[in-house]
T-cell receptor, first 114, second 113 residues
Framework: GNSVTQMEGPVTLSEEAFLTINCTYT??????LFWYVQYPGEGLQLLLK?????DKGSNKGFEATYRKETTSFHLEKGSVQVSDSAVYFC?????????????FGKGTHLIIQP | GAGVSQSPSNKVTEKGKDVELRCDPI?????LYWYRQSLGQGLEFLIY????????KSGLPSDRFSAERTGGSVSTLTIQRTQQEDSAVYLC???????????FGPGTRLTVL
């Protein structure tokens, strides 16, 4: 079946540090890949996505590149801010978000200290 | 327009009681999804509707869970004879025709005592 593995948290960094959150996946076919973010007290929001190999998704200074050869979609940001503190979920969909829904990783809690 | 809304935001119930959770998708979104977020299991996909039809119900955790959607809009998730392991946040999402981004509601936090 499909699965997503992401690094366990919490991850604690200082403001302006470089961020990497690892995500690897197992899937049949060619999935679309997503990063969702859940800020404290808010609902899940799509952060970025990539639909085919070598695509790079980017938003709000975050980037992730779809690497088919390593089945990975690592999230990176060059300089984090306190406001980036949230839980980050890597997810995939084999049908582009249709009938199979989204398969999520367990989430990584990111804490940015001033 | 308005985003996905869910009600109630919080529900506390006693073991063995039935509960109904409601989801109002974004207007015009034909696809609707239910997920469960719990500490032990993370985010699990439960069921998907395209219009009023749910082609695959195998993601529902047990036969105590059922979901329906009428008029291609509002959906209800019903849990019968609730158990403590049903305690979780139940999330609803919608998307335009089942493609592209899924937009999530704020969730219903269910606590079974």
């Amino acid at each position: 079946g499909n699965s997503v593995t992401q690094m366990e948290g919490p991850v604690t960094l200082s403001e302006e540090a470089f961020l990497t959150i690892n995500c690897t996946y197992t899937a049949t076919g060619y999935p679309s890949l997503f990063w969702y973010v859940q800020y404290p007290g808010e609902g899940l929001q799509l952060l970025l996505k990539a639909t085919k190999a070598d695509d790079k998704g980017s938003n709000k200074g975050f980037e992730a590149t779809y690497r088919k050869e390593t089945t990975s979609f690592h999230l990176e940001k060059g300089s984090v801010q306190v406001s980036d503190s949230a839980v980050y979920f890597c997810a995939l969909s084999v049908t582009g978000g249709g009938a199979d829904g989204l398969t999520f990783g367990k989430g990584t809690h990111l804490i940015i200290q001033p | 327009g308005a985003g996905v809304s869910q009600s109630p935001s919080n529900k506390v119930t006693e073991k063995g009681k039935d509960v109904e959770l409601r989801c109002d998708p974004i207007s015009g979104h034909t696809a609707l999804y239910w997920y469960r977020q719990s500490l032990g299991q993370g985010l699990e996909f439960l069921i998907y509707f395209q219009g009023n039809s749910a082609p695959d119900k195998s993601g529902l955790p047990s036969d105590r869970f059922s979901a329906e959607r009428t008029g291609g809009s509002v959906s209800t998730l019903t849990i019968q004879r609730t158990q403590q392991e049903d305690s979780a946040v139940y999330l609803c999402a919608s998307s335009f025709q089942g493609i592209g981004e899924q937009f999530f509601g704020p969730g219903t936090r269910l606590t079974v005592l």
